[in-house]
Structures are given as C-alpha cells and as structure tokens.
C-alpha cells in the first residue's frame, strides 16, 4: 500500500520514468526506515515496560534515576537509553573457536526475519508497507526462517550450552508452529482470505448486539482458538514460561552465550520485534485489528493507528505478566502440552469452524 | 528491474546449489540449501505463485531444513568429518550427473513452454483450493495417506520397547 502510493507520487513528478529500478529502490528504502525505528523504539519502551512492570510485580520500583547526567533520567525513563549506549560502546568479543563467518551472519538474519514479516503488518487503514494477497501466511513462513539463525549462532559459539539451547529452540519452534498455524487456518476458514486488511473488515460492525464483530467472540471454537494461538505465540518467541533455549539457570543465556555488545543487542532487538509481530498477527486475526472496540466510535485513521497500539501493548503486557508470574516449563513438559494439548485442540477447533459455518452460514 | 532481479535470483540459487554439493563441511551444506530453496521460493513469486512461493518458505525452510540442521546437531563431529568420497566415486557421478543434465537440458528445449501472463492473477490460493477439493482430491488424499502412514512409522520407530 505504501510503496504503491509512494511509487505513484513519485511517478507524478516525472523525474523517473514509471517503474524505474532506482526509483523501486529509493521507495522500499523510504518505506523501510519506519521499520527500524519502528523495531528500536519498540524495543526501547518495552524494556523500560519490562524493567518496571518485573519490579511492580516483584514489590521493587525498579530503575528510579534522578535528573539529568548520566543517571537514567526521572523514573528512570532514560534507562533503555542508557543501556543501548553501553551496548553500542562495548567491546565486540568472538570466540576463538568460534566459526567466524556464521557467528557474524547469524544475528543479522535473526533481525532481518522480523523485520521483513513488519512489512504486511497493518497499523491501520492505510499504514501497511504491501497488502499482500498471503498476507498473514506471509509472516507466519517468513517468522519461521529466524530459527535457521538461532541455530546459527548456536553451532557457530562452539560452546556446549549455546548448542543445546539451539537444538531445544530448533524442536521448539518446529513444534509450536502447527498450533500457531492451525488457529490461524480456523480465522482464515472464516474469513475466506489471507489478505490482513481483509481479516480485518471481516471483523467490521457489531455482533451479539453490543460485542464488537471480532473474530474472538465469533463462536466459542474461535474464542478458543485466540488462547490456542496466544499460547503457542510465546512459546515461538522464546519467552517464559517457554523460554527453554535460553534458560539462565541452566543454559547460561542458550544460544547467545557467547555474544556480547552490539552483535547480542541484535538478538534482543528480534525478541522484542517478534513480540511485536505475534501480538500484531493476535490482534488482526482475533481482536479486529486496527477497528474500535466500541464499533463505530473514533474510527478516523489516526484513532485506528491508536487502537491497534494498544491492542498490541495490551498483549505485550499480558506476556510479561506471563514472565514474572510463571516458572519455567520443562523440556518434556513443553513438548507434552504442544504435542497432546494444543495441537488436537487445535484440530479439533477447525472440525467446530467448519460445523459452525456449516450451520450458520 | 525484474528482469534485474531475476538473474541474480538465479545466479544466488545455482551458486548456493554449487556450495550444498562442493563444501566438505555439512553444517555450511545444509546452511547453503536454504539459500536454494528461498531462490526457488523467489522463481515462484516471479511466476505470480504467491501462495506456493510461501508454503516453500514456510515447509521447506522452517520445517524440513529445520530437521536437517537438527539431525546433523544430533551427529558428533560433524566439522572434522570429510564427508567427499573418493576421487573414483566422484568420476561415476560426474557421468551419471552429466547425464542426467543433459536429458534435463534436452527436455528444456524441446518442451512448448506456456507463457506467463504479465497480469496479476486476481486470487492464487482460492483456486488453489477448490481444484484441491474437486479434481485433485485424490492424489491430495492419497498424498495425506502417505505422510500419516510416515508419522505412525516415525513413532513406532522411537518409542521404547517392552
């Protein structure tokens, strides 16, 4: 949508002709810088959420900073921003052993996953880089690379606890995508399309009379597909209570051990975009997308940009309440719910939308 | 532009094939597939088959890649392990090999290619679908046979004997 408008203002100038490899470049370079800032900010505020939500929820105030200078601000507020300082000055350290080529690669191509998925993420009716006709498959199977590069980093450190966090992450996201998968194939049995912003005006006007026509209260199997989907969404995040890959207390930090300064703040700047992706694709394939909760009211697309922030910020929140609230799941338990809890719910669910359709379509 | 990108598309694709068979390392050999099959998925998406261009990333690279790179994990010493054979073997598979791509090379000619439309198609996955559903349901069925009948295999395979 946005590179299709941009080419066409472009175009009106008459400066390049119509369809100009330069001009293609100039566009997605345009389009993409949002992005980035888009994945730093993020991940800025959501450390700082992090930091002080962890500290309400532990009875501490967390990072508290007075004034100016080099302490972190009022409320801490200019903590992240310290810490990104810190990341950026440290000292690059690879290890000896290590395989160079591949332990330089990999953090790149756990970021550049995230960020191409961003791209047919709508923030609202007209802020979405390319509605593409696959959409939300299209970030489901462009998420599923990132695993290539934990598993990357993981053999390349030539550490043992960066090789078995990359083999329990490489089993858990392969599991974990056939529940995230199949609650989406029960939306799209729905919705009839992949398109994102077509998800999103299927979930136009009111149902049940008061409730908002998202696809969450549609029917009692998509109301428990959205948990299905939620669930199996963090445990593809690597967070806690599915954070086996880089369990501290036995892992040491899994398959980024061996990483320090900028190279690892790569690899946290993808685990916060990656929230921000899950929680983007929960909300249009569940929570309506950038519409209102109250159907109708301040729908302009500065309100809908404002809605689906929020919507995502709510779902970040829940899984950091998920975070310091839970303890973490075994090996054996973490397979044992993918493979005989969710997965034939999952199924399960599908054979419900497709009754459901049956008789009330 | 496209015609731009197309070649190296192409030129990224065979090169990385040339990697997965040449490298003596496995690891870099599986690493170099995945380059493959993204260029793959990249030639469907210049034939307007957005649909199939998705499901080989999303199968291909986040499923069985995945797996591949798993078992070689699994496997110990798998840098210091010289996985090319002997200079023997290697000459009969260079004539089986030569052949095969010549009889390849040979139906690429003489084959009457469709052309490609220059439009895009309205909707992929729907008429995907319902040929699915209609004059392919039994090779689709018969295809989710044989992938049941693996998984019941893989199973019985790793489950502890009493």
Redesign the interface.
């Known amino acids: 949508m946005v590179v299709d408008n941009l080419m066409q203002w472009f175009e009106s100038w008459t400066l390049w002709e119509a ?3 330069l001009l ?1 470049l100039i566009v997605v370079v345009i389009a993409g810088v949002p992005i980035f800032l888009l994945m730093a900010v993020n991940a800025l505020v959501a450390v700082y959420a992090e930091l002080k939500i962890s500290a309400f929820m532990q009875d501490r105030v967390g990072p508290m900073g007075q004034g100016p200078g080099l302490h972190a601000g009022k409320w801490g507020l200019l903590q992240t921003v310290a810490d990104a300082l810190k990341l950026l000055l440290k000292e690059d350290i690879i290890p000896t052993l290590a ?1 160079r080529k ?1 332990f330089i690669i990999a953090p790149f191509i756990i970021f550049v996953t995230p960020f191409i998925a961003l791209a047919a993420l709508p923030f609202n009716q007209n802020l979405l880089i390319a509605d ?3 959409g939300v ?2 970030i ?3 998420g ?2 990132s ?2 590069g934990i ?2 980093a ?2 390349s450190s030539n550490n043992k606890w960066s ?1 078995y966090g ?2 329990r992450s ?2 858990q ?2 599991s974990y ?1 056939i529940p995230v ?1 199949l609650s989406i194939v029960s939306v799209i049995m729905l919705t ?1 399309t ?1 398109s994102m912003q077509g998800i999103i005006s299927y979930q136009d006007g009111t149902t049940l009379g008061i409730l908002p026509n998202w696809i969450l209260f549609n029917n009692p199997f998509s109301f428990i597909a959205f948990f299905i989907f939620f669930i199996s969404g963090v445990a593809e995040v690597n967070r806690t209570p599915f954070d086996i890959p880089e369990a501290e207390s036995e892992l040491v930090a899994g398959f980024h051990t061996e990483y320090s300064g900028m190279r690892w703040a790569f690899f946290f700047l993808s685990e916060y975009a990656n929230m921000l992706i899950i929680s983007g694709i929960a909300a249009v394939a569940f929570l309506g997308g950038w519409h209102s909760p109250i159907p109708g009211f301040l729908e302009s697309p500065g309100w809908s940009l404002f809605w689906f922030i929020s919507k995502i910020g709510m779902l970040i929140f829940i899984m950091m309440w998920f975070r310091w609230t839970f303890p973490r799941l075994r090996v054996d338990q973490l397979m044992n719910i993918c493979w005989k809890v969710l997965l034939p719910l999952a199924l399960l669910n599908i054979f419900g939308v497709g009754i459901w359709t049956l008789l009330t379509g | 532009m496209s015609e731009l990108l197309f070649w190296f598309m192409t030129a990224m694709t065979i090169g990385s094939a040339l990697i997965v068979v040449l490298h003596s390392n496995l690891f870099y050999s599986a690493l170099a597939l995945v380059v493959t099959l993204f260029g793959v998925a990249a030639f469907y998406v210049f034939l307007w088959a957005d649909f199939l261009a998705g499901v080989q990333v999303f199968i291909y690279i986040g499923g069985i890649l995945i797996l591949i790179l798993f078992g070689i994990m699994l496997t110990n010493k798998i840098s210091s392990v010289n996985i090319s054979h002997s200079k023997f073997h290697q000459g009969i598979a260079a004539v089986i090999v030569m052949g095969i791509f010549s009889i390849l090379g040979w139906m690429i000619l003489k084959t009457p290619w469709l052309h490609i439309v220059q439009q895009e198609p309205s909707q992929t996955v729907g008429r995907i679908g319902r040929l699915l559903m209609t004059e392919y349901l039994l090779p689709f069925e018969v295809a989710s046979v044989l992938l049941l009948s693996a998984l019941i295999g893989a199973a019985m395979l790793s489950r502890k004997a009493n």
């Open positions: 369809g100009s490899p293609f395989d591949l593409l006709n696959i498959f299209y489901l199977a462009v599923s690379i695993v290539i598993i990357m993981g053999w090789l990359a083999m490489a089993a996201i392969v995508e998968a009839g992949l």
